[in-house]
């Protein structure tokens, strides 16, 4: 991994004034975790303040997927295309723990275009952008005896990606942290007013502490409350109006054997994505529906679960009823706002980033719109836009360096290594510290001789040890942090395995561990 020298991974403190960053980074989604770590490894003072947990909202709410966005080629946003296919190769190569590839399924039925029409455009997804590891799409006649209904006779198979949201997130923050970074959950930016070449930013913690600090330079990615910072934060006009688009899921029981995914286009032109979901279950989704009030409280509707059942329903044998589902969530989208477009489908999601203010005075950077998929280029973008102010600043460097966790060769490599170091462990636990740390899972094995070691077991190979090291490390700290963001195990744990849990959580409160 890329480190500064010891010297730059330093916030600088004058002598009775309030601590100075270079950086200040409002929102701890992907965007705003994505530029802190690319300015933190090319040497830049960093501090990221999130209201909530990391990856709290929209980014821990999506269909999961780094992708090109086949759908997108429909409404000729090539440049997005090519640049969210490129960075598809990217993100494989340097976060092989969380992202791994995925074939899809696209059922041909009588009210999408032709066949040969739909083979073109694979065929243009399959060369617009760098494809070096993925197989190319195939189409092929279906003879009834997979899961689709028997009337879907012809089906495309394409490839793109897998992508664990809410890790990737949280995974370039441990990142940025191992840089220099300062990362300050549940941390409101208050105010924010420009002082000659710095800012002065107020923030207030959820425990009702206040600190004043300044900054070089201000970035807003803030996502869905990106408008709302600007104006009552920042005190300025915001350059683009921000449309708020709700996307919902559901979880149901494993719909199909097999490992590929579909992507199911319905008769109103909209796309729902079946993928295979944590072993046993199928994840449905995505909708999308103008939303209106705190992007914090979004549910799903029943309109939205009825919506993702029929489509569904319409496509497989098997069919689902309100009774099947597991778990269901909902997300905000913030897209650059587009008045001449009422569909909330077509609405691009490419992003946009603003910069206000002179060389010689403090800059304001905002981000609107953008794609898990291509988090990585915005915050490239962002830090270059930045270059000004930071002559000094190192190159780029995201793109060659592996993400934190992801420094090995292969999935069964790593897990043959921890075996033989660890050969107590069991073949649960061991795939899922692959798939979820890579190799930071030796930093809480590190000195564990046998299960014991690990501290009491709460259920699905977690355990005490595992937790003490996602409060420490990576700043969970409630039940909802570590079941549904910092790993999945809210399918997998029983309700009295949770209560227990959620009471060992209140008995830790104010223990620390050195891991």
């Known amino acids: 991994m890329f480190k500064p020298h010891p010297e730059e991974r330093r916030t600088v403190r004058p002598a009775g004034e309030a601590p100075v ?18 300015a933190a490894g090319r040497g830049l003072s960093v501090l990221l303040c999130e209201q909530h947990d990391l ?11 780094v992708h090109g966005g086949l759908r997108y080629l429909e409404h000729y946003e090539f440049r997005l295309v090519r640049e969210a296919l490129g960075e598809r190769e990217v993100l494989l190569q340097k976060a092989p723990h969380i ?24 065929f243009l997804y399959d060369h617009l952008g760098k494809r070096t590891t993925l197989p190319g799409s195939t ?16 089906a495309f198979e394409y490839s793109d990606c897998w992508a664990d949201d809410a890790r990737l997130v949280v995974l370039n923050a441990v990142q940025a942290a191992s840089l220099g970074a300062d990362i300050r959950t549940y941390t409101r930016c208050e105010s924010a007013r420009r002082k000659g070449d710095l800012w002065q930013v107020d923030l207030l913690s959820d425990h009702g502490t206040a600190e004043t600090v300044h900054a070089r330079a201000l970035v807003n990615a803030a996502g869905p409350w990106a408008a709302r910072v600007m104006e009552r934060v920042v005190d300025t006009r915001s350059p683009y109006g921000v449309r708020l688009v709700q996307g919902s899921h ?36 995505t909708t999308d529906v103008d939303y209106q009030g705190d992007p914090a409280q979004v549910e799903p509707t029943d309109a939205e679960v009825e919506y993702l059942l029929q489509v569904v329903n319409a496509h497989f044998k098997r069919q689902l009823k309100r009774e099947d589902i597991c778990h269901r969530f909902s997300g905000v989208r913030p897209l650059i706002s587009d008045a001449s477009e009422s569909d909330p489908s077509a609405v691009s999601r490419d992003y946009n980033l603003t910069l206000e203010g002179a060389v010689g005075e403090a800059p304001l950077l905002a981000v609107y719109g953008g794609k898990l998929t291509t988090f990585r280029k915005l915050a490239e973008a962002a830090v270059d836009k930045l270059k000004p102010w930071f002559p000094a600043a190192h190159p780029t460097w995201t793109a060659t360096h592996a993400l934190a966790g992801g420094d090995f060769e292969s999935h069964a490599l790593l897990s043959d290594d921890l075996k033989a170091e660890y050969p107590w462990l069991t073949e649960q636990q061991l795939e899922r510290y692959v798939h979820c740390y890579g190799t930071l899972s030796r930093v809480f094995l590190r000195g ?12 699905a190979g977690l355990t005490e040890r595992e937790i003490k090291y996602l409060r420490e490390r990576e700043w969970a700290r409630d039940l909802q942090a570590i079941l549904w963001r910092r790993t999945k195990l809210g399918l997998h744990l029983s309700v009295n395995q949770q209560a227990r849990l959620a009471e060992y959580l209140q008995e830790l409160a104010g223990e620390i561990l050195t891991v």
Not at 55 to 65: E, G, P
Not at 257 to 279: C, K, M, T, W
């Open 21 to 38: 960053y270079d950086l200040l980074v409002i929102g701890g989604g992907v965007n705003g975790a994505g530029i802190a770590n690319d």
């Open 55 to 65: 990856a709290s909202h929209t980014s821990s709410a999506s269909s999961k997927l």
């Open 99 to 122: 992202i791994w590839p995925l074939r899809f399924v696209l059922p041909h039925r009588p009210h999408l275009r032709p066949r040969w029409m739909l083979r073109a455009g694979l």
């Open 139 to 154: 189409g092929s006649p279906l003879n009834g005896q997979g899961p689709l209904n028997p009337q879907i006779d012809y």
């Open 250 to 285: 559901i979880v149901v029981p494993r719909l199909y054997h097999g490992s590929q995914a579909y992507i199911l286009q319905n008769e109103d032109d909209r796309i729902v994505f079946v993928l295979p979901y944590e072993n046993d279950y199928s994840l449905i989704g």
């Open 448 to 459: 564990m001789r046998s299960q014991n070691d690990m501290g009491e077991h709460f259920g």
